[in-house]
């Protein structure tokens, strides 16, 4: 099982940024296809970037195409949501996740005003 903690997440403008981290720990990170989801309020959770073992390979919703980056870094167990022209249908509470298993971080919030 692996232990993911989410950071970064606030209130912006829209129009703004902001960088969300996931710290992973419990076992190697770097073998693992990680994601990002997020969750509106009433709405279901949905997908928004995921990243390949390497990094090599990244791909993304529709929605955040050309504003939002996912990158990680192996060396620190930390995956990355860099989030560009911030909009308010980008407020939700923003989870990361390691495909293909049950685990999940404990959600942080991102709220864009408009």
């Known amino acids: 099982q692996v232990q993911l903690v989410e950071s970064g997440g606030g209130l912006v403008q829209a129009g703004g940024s902001l960088r969300l981290s996931c710290a992973a720990s419990?076992?190697?990170?770097?073998?693992?296809?990680m994601g990002w989801f997020r969750q509106a309020p009433g709405k279901e959770r949905t997908f928004v970037a995921a990243?390949?073992?390497?990094?090599?390979?990244?791909n993304y919703a529709d929605s955040v195409k050309g504003r939002f980056t996912i990158s990680r870094d192996n060396a620190k167990n930390t995956v990355y949501l860099q989030m560009n022209s911030l909009k308010p249908e980008d407020t939700a509470v923003y989870y990361c996740h390691v495909e293909g298993s049950d685990d999940w971080g404990q959600g942080i919030q991102v709220t864009v005003s408009s």
């Open positions: 419990g076992r190697s990170f770097s073998t693992s296809r």
């Open positions: 990243i390949s073992r390497s990094g090599g390979n990244t």
